[in-house]
Nanobody
Framework: QVQLVESGGGLVQAGGSLRLSCAASGRTLSIYAMAWFRQAPGKEREFVAF????????YYVDSVKGRFTISRDSAKNTLSLQMNALKPEDTAVYYC?????????????????WGQGTQVTVSS
């Protein structure tokens, strides 16, 4: 099992930036990819971005392309999400997740390990 702990959420005005981090521990050698998901009140958890752990290939949902950047430090077992040009609709609890399988990993069910989440609130 992989344990994940997020940090870095907060309150920011529209147009501002935040950087989220996620520290992984435990069976990190089993990680194929890590991702960020988010869940707004009353909505389902949705995919934001994922990155393959060894090769560093990145994939984003269209709504964050050009604004968010996912990155990882494999040596330190950390995942990051740099969020720029934030919009009120980005307000949500953000979760990091780890998957041991391959493919296009954009579904909640594809991830075995989850963090506790960190709140991001963007005011207009």
């Amino acid at each position: 099992q992989v344990q994940l702990v997020e940090s870095g959420g907060g309150l920011v005005q529209a147009g501002g930036s935040l950087r989220l981090s996620c520290a992984a521990s435990g069976r990190t050698l089993s990680i194929y990819a890590m991702a960020w998901f988010r869940q707004a009140p009353g909505k389902e958890r949705e995919f934001v971005a994922f990155i393959t752990w060894s090769g560093g290939s990145t994939y984003y949902v269209d709504s964050v392309k050009g604004r968010f950047t996912i990155s990882r430090d494999s040596a330190k077992n950390t995942l990051s999400l740099q969020m720029n040009a934030l919009k009120p609709e980005d307000t949500a609890v953000y979760y990091c997740a780890a998957a041991s399988g391959g493919g296009y990993l954009s579904r909640v069910q594809q991830y075995e390990s989850w963090g506790q989440g960190t709140q991001v609130t963007v005011s207009s």
